[in-house]
Every structure is written in C-alpha cells, then in structure tokens.
C-alpha cells in the first residue's frame, strides 16, 4: 500500500504494537454478535461450570447453534435451547469488514476488492483504516490488503483552530454557506466571549447587511480543497467561501469577455504555435497553459488537493483573466467581432477557457457545466464536460516556451513598473505622458521594443521610448534590477514618492551596514566558501540597490511649496 509519509510511521507503529481490542457493545443498533450460549437441553452429569469452553457456540444461526451444541456437548437434540448474546459488534468491527463482505465473504471471495483507492479522514486512520487493512490481509485467501493506496484528509475545525462541536457553538451548517441566510453568527463561531461576539458580529452586519451571501456548493467545495493539505488540520473561516465564490465570478466573466469577441456561429479551431499572428500573449498563455497543467496532473496522481486547486485558481485568476484577458482588450476587435473569426488570439481564448474549464470541473462541477455549455466547441466534442477528453501534457508540450515565458516577465514588469508611477503621482491622462526604459542588457530592451506597441496600448500611453543611455532631466524609477524608467515630473507633486524611497533607502541601509559588519569581521575567512560568496553578493546587491535609489532622489523634483 501507498499513502502520505505523513502518517506512515504512525499506521506501520500502531500494527506492530499489539493490543487487546474489546469488540463488544451495549448499543440497540449493530451487528448482533453470532455468539449462543446453551440456556437448556445440557446432560445433568456434565455441568455448566465444569466445561472449559464455557456453554457459548458461535454460529450464524440459532439453528446451527444447536446444532453445534447437540455435537459439542451432547445435548437432547429434542430439548437443546440457545439464546443469543444481547451485545453487537463494535462499529469500527463491522467497518472493517467491509472490503470482504462486498465482495462475498464468507460464502465466496471474490479476486477482487470493491476499492482501489482509499479516501477518509486522518483522526480514523487507526479506528477503521488500520483495521481493514488488519482483519482483511488475515482473512483473504491470498492475504492482500483490501486497497493499493489511502489518501487522507484532516479535520476541518473552526477559525480559531477549535475542534467544532454543538456544546461550543462553532458548528457551521454548509446549507447557511451554500444558500445564504440572515444568520450571521456562523461567521463568528467560537468567539471567546459573548463581548466579542457581538462585537464581531456588529462589524459584519455592516459588510452584509442584507445577510450572508448565497455562495452555492461549488465555492464551498473549492474552498475545502484549497486547504487540503494533509499535514495541518483545515482552519476553517466562513470569509474563504467568499473569495471561492469570487473565483466562479471571475471566470464567468471571463467567458462572458470572450463571448462578445467572438463572432455569431464561431467555431473554435486548433492553432499551430509556429503561427505567425499569434501576439507573445498567446504563446505566453499557452505556455502557462501547459505548466499548470503539469502541475495539476501530478497534485491530483498523489492526491495533492490543494496543489491542484491553488494550480488552477493561479492560472485562471492570474495569467488568464488578469494578464491576457487584458491584453485581448488590446489585440481583438472590441467593436466588430466579425473581425475576430479567423483571428489566432480568438480561437487561443477558447483554448484556454476550454482546458480552464476541463480542469476546474473536479472542484466547480456545476458552473463548470454551464460555461461549457456557452463554449463554441468544434464539431465533434462531448456534449458534456464530464465526457470530454482532457488534453494531456503530451498535447500541450509544443507549448512549453520557456523563452517566451521570459519575455513575458519584462513586458508584465514594465506594466506593473509605470502603473505604480501613475497611481503614485496620480497621472490623470495616461495618453499624455511621455516615457523612456533603460535595460541593463540589449537583449531585455530589443525584448521589450518588439513589444512596445502592446506595452503602449494597453497603457494608454502616447510614447514610450527604450534609451541606450539616460535622458537629462528626467527623474527616474527603479522597476527591478536590470530595467530603469524616467519621466518628466515637473509638474506633479513627488513629495510622497520621496518619502517612500527615503524611507526603502533607510531600510537597505541598516540591512547593508549589518551584512558589511558581517564580513568585516576577522573570523569571516573562515566561514565555508558558499556562505561567503552568498553574503558577498547580498552586500553588492544591497549596494547597487541603494545607489538606484539615490540616482533616484537626486533627480526627484522638491517638495512644491504652498
């Protein structure tokens, strides 16, 4: 058998270490034990008290019971009684017949168990688990263990890390999260304190007023998986059933986005990556496509849940819709999507919408239904997406385009990099600025010229321009270590933008001074060589990072005066 290291030691300790285990219960409902004890019909010269095995038969029946009884201890046949025992069998007894009964046991034995995989809470792995495994490798013919591979899953307790429980009020009813309600107080199950809890519950009416939210069973169901880790037990909190919920929300609009590009009667065809027309988004987005992929199908082969869950969810929610959703905007016909029908980037968002869809189906079985069902599938795909085939890795490997990936990185910096100085200066109309880059290597600025034009539209600018040298009079703005951004900055306020590299420049500075102490010490050489080189480079990042900044200050406008 195969499952988490996690629990292996424990299970393999707990079967080694051998134990009495009282399998009999006083419960009205349970198994009966087939146990009969011989209540008359006993020889008068043989009695009870004197028998070793005491007057019990175990049978199946009460009339095999006498039976049993006739032979084993010469009762009259005529005049034999049993009665049978009023105990059951242990629940976790009874479970753990399960595999054997399913499939025969005792009359026939079937070759083969009814599971191959088995799933189940990790605080049962002793009580039921372990037991099957004990009582069906000693009764099977061929002493096989009842499954090849157990995959676990931990207790879900409340926010607070409490296990949940009626007498403490932490309960959470999935119904309330799935249909909503006015109930608000299962977002503060477990407060410490009735003080707190009215306190807590006064600041949520406030963001739901009009009570919980109904956020359907696919949110709930993401929400679980996504804390699927076996080695910590699920913490859970009400709020994350929310952002799952946004989740469905955003790939919802995403497919609504891709419906208005796509002409009446679109039929989605495959796309070559050699294909000329494709923007460096949809080679960027395939490839995406393809890692996440990878990623999925080995998360879900060892029941990594949450891997899985996070692969899709950082896929969908930040390559897919936050990035080349954006970028589309830019690249197809926004007003005439007749425009778009033999357009690459259009069947390239069907692709992925598709493959985002497929994925997603395990966790979000109900939405995921209703976009394929929108989707402009070719002729020939299943009706649903439960039968339809899945690409493979293998499929999406002409996708793997990894220096693509690398392009894309200085493109999505760049973006990022001159968005945070317009918020920061509170630029009110993009299309009038006028901005330059600098790369530490032509290869990055020959990298972002080929895409300047995607750069520019999707920010709206009205030049751009990539500088071999520094322009004069410009201040500029570090976007990471190898790309510089100057702009004319006359006219704003930079007052806060000096502050915040005053106060990043300080923050450096204390982490320099203590590294260079560092090494400045006389018992240093003698450190391993791999600690040296490594605290080495940190001083000389360090440093460069701090001369940036300064290049920074000294041409940042002063504080204008009032």
Same mark, same amino acid.
């Given at each position: 058998?195969?499952?988490?290291?996690?629990?292996?030691?424990?299970?393999?300790?707990?079967?080694?270490?051998?134990?009495?285990?009282?399998?009999?219960?006083?419960? @009205?409902?349970?198994?009966?034990i087939p146990?009969?004890?011989?209540? !008359?019909?006993?020889?008068?010269?043989?009695?009870?008290?004197?028998m070793?095995?005491?007057?019990?038969?175990?049978?199946?029946?009460a009339?095999?019971?006498?039976?049993h009884?006739?032979?084993?201890f010469? /009762?009259?046949?005529?005049?034999v /009684?049993?009665?049978?025992?009023?105990?059951?069998l242990?629940?976790?007894?009874?479970?753990?017949?399960?595999?054997?009964?399913?499939?025969? %046991?005792?009359?026939?034995?079937?070759?083969l168990?009814?599971?191959?995989?088995?799933?189940t809470?990790?605080?049962?792995?002793?009580?039921?688990?372990?037991?099957?495994v004990?009582?069906c490798?000693?009764?099977?013919?061929g002493?096989?263990?009842?499954?090849?591979?157990?995959?676990? $899953?931990?207790?879900?307790?409340?926010?607070? !890390?409490?296990?949940?429980?009626?007498?403490k009020?932490?309960?959470?009813?999935?119904?309330?999260?799935?249909? !909503?309600?006015?109930?608000?107080?299962?977002?503060?199950?477990?407060?410490?304190?009735?003080?707190?809890?009215?306190?807590?519950?006064?600041?949520?009416?406030?963001?739901?007023?009009?009570?919980?939210?109904?956020?359907?069973?696919?949110?709930?169901?993401?929400?679980?998986?996504?804390?699927?880790?076996?080695?910590?037990?699920?913490?859970?909190?009400?709020?994350?059933?929310?952002?799952?919920?946004n989740? =469905?929300?955003?790939?919802?609009?995403?497919?609504?986005?891709?419906?208005?590009?796509? #002409?009446?009667?679109?039929?989605?065809? #495959?796309?070559?990556?050699?294909?000329?027309?494709?923007?460096?988004?949809?080679? %960027?987005?395939?490839?995406?496509?393809?890692?996440m992929?990878?990623?999925?199908?080995?998360?879900?082969?060892?029941?990594?849940?949450?891997?899985?869950?996070?692969?899709i969810?950082?896929?969908? %929610?930040? @390559?897919? /819709?936050?990035s080349?959703?954006?970028?589309?905007?830019?690249?197809?016909?926004q007003?005439?999507?007749?425009?778009?029908?033999?357009?690459?980037?259009?069947?390239?968002?069907?692709?992925?919408?598709?493959?985002?869809?497929?994925?997603?189906?395990?966790?979000?079985? $109900?939405?995921?239904?209703?976009?394929?069902?929108?989707l402009?599938?070719?002729?020939?795909?299943s009706? $649903?997406?439960?039968?339809?085939?899945?690409?493979?890795?293998?499929?999406?490997?002409?996708?793997?385009?990894p220096?693509?990936?690398?392009?894309?990185?200085?493109?999505? =910096?760049?973006?990022?990099?001159?968005?945070?100085?317009?918020?920061t200066?509170?630029?009110?109309?993009?299309?009038?600025?006028?901005?330059?880059? /600098?790369?530490?290597?032509?290869?990055?600025?020959?990298?972002?010229?080929?895409?300047?034009?995607?750069i520019?539209?999707?920010?709206?600018l009205?030049?751009? $321009?990539?500088?071999d040298?520094?322009?004069? !009079?410009?201040?500029?703005?570090?976007?990471?270590?190898?790309c510089?951004? @100057?702009?004319?900055?006359?006219?704003?306020?930079c007052?806060?933008?000096?502050?915040?590299?005053?106060?990043?420049?300080?923050?450096?500075?204390?982490? @320099?001074?203590?590294?260079?102490?560092?090494?400045?010490?006389?018992?240093?050489?003698?450190?391993?060589?791999?600690?040296?080189?490594?605290?080495?480079?940190?001083?000389?990042?360090?440093?460069?990072e701090?001369?940036k900044?300064?290049?920074?200050?000294?041409?940042?406008?002063?504080?204008?005066s009032?």
């Amino acid at each position: 058998m195969t499952f988490s290291p996690v629990f292996s030691s424990f299970l393999i300790r707990w079967l080694r270490d051998r134990r009495d285990w009282c399998i009999s219960r006083q419960l @009205y409902w349970g198994h009966r034990i087939p146990a009969w004890r011989v209540t !008359g019909g006993l020889p008068e010269n043989q009695p009870v008290d004197n028998m070793v095995d005491g007057p019990w038969i175990v049978a199946s029946s009460a009339t095999e019971a006498k039976q049993h009884a006739v032979t084993k201890f010469n /009762c009259d046949p005529a005049s034999v /009684c049993v009665e049978q025992d009023s105990d059951v069998l242990d629940t976790w007894f009874s479970s753990a017949l399960l595999p054997l009964s399913v499939a025969g %046991w005792p009359n026939t034995l079937n070759d083969l168990y009814p599971l191959s995989i088995m799933e189940t809470g990790s605080d049962i792995l002793f009580f039921w688990v372990a037991r099957m495994v004990m009582l069906c490798s000693e009764l099977h013919d061929g002493n096989a263990p009842p499954f090849g591979k157990i995959a676990l $899953h931990q207790l879900i307790l409340d926010a607070r !890390g409490q296990k949940m429980s009626k007498s403490k009020g932490n309960v959470i009813d999935p119904l309330h999260l799935i249909n !909503g309600g006015d109930d608000l107080s299962v977002l503060v199950a477990g407060a410490d304190s009735e003080t707190e809890r009215e306190k807590l519950l006064e600041a949520i009416r406030g963001k739901f007023p009009d009570g919980f939210p109904p956020c359907g069973a696919d949110a709930l169901r993401f929400c679980l998986a996504l804390h699927m880790n076996e080695d910590t037990n699920i913490h859970f909190d009400a709020n994350n059933v929310l952002l799952a919920r946004n989740f =469905s929300t955003k790939i919802w609009n995403a497919t609504r986005f891709a419906h208005r590009q796509w #002409p009446e009667n679109f039929k989605a065809e #495959p796309v070559d990556p050699s294909n000329a027309d494709l923007s460096l988004s949809d080679r %960027w987005i395939m490839h995406k496509a393809h890692a996440m992929l990878k990623v999925f199908d080995t998360a879900m082969d060892s029941f990594e849940l949450a891997n899985a869950a996070i692969s899709i969810r950082l896929f969908v %929610w930040t @390559y897919l /819709c936050d990035s080349h959703v954006e970028f589309m905007k830019t690249i197809l016909d926004q007003t005439n999507p007749e425009n778009n029908r033999n357009h690459p980037s259009a069947h390239i968002l069907y692709c992925v919408l598709s493959l985002s869809v497929q994925v997603l189906h395990c966790f979000k079985p $109900h939405i995921t239904e209703e976009l394929w069902q929108a989707l402009p599938h070719p002729d020939g795909t299943s009706e $649903h997406v439960i039968t339809s085939s899945l690409p493979t890795v293998a499929d999406l490997s002409p996708w793997h385009l990894p220096e693509v990936e690398a392009n894309m990185d200085v493109v999505l =910096s760049v973006i990022r990099g001159i968005r945070n100085v317009q918020a920061t200066f509170g630029f009110t109309n993009p299309s009038e600025q006028s901005l330059s880059l /600098c790369f530490d290597t032509v290869k990055l600025a020959d990298c972002c010229r080929e895409n300047i034009s995607l750069i520019k539209r999707l920010l709206k600018l009205r030049d751009l $321009h990539i500088l071999d040298e520094k322009p004069e !009079g410009q201040v500029s703005f570090v976007i990471d270590d190898s790309c510089v951004l @100057y702009a004319d900055l006359s006219r704003a306020d930079c007052s806060a933008q000096r502050t915040r590299l005053e106060k990043k420049k300080d923050k450096l500075t204390v982490q @320099y001074q203590k590294l260079n102490a560092i090494i400045s010490q006389q018992g240093f050489a003698s450190a391993p060589v791999h600690i040296q080189e490594t605290n080495r480079n940190r001083v000389d990042g360090l440093k460069a990072e701090i001369d940036k900044i300064e290049e920074s200050l000294a041409t940042l406008p002063e504080a204008k005066s009032s």
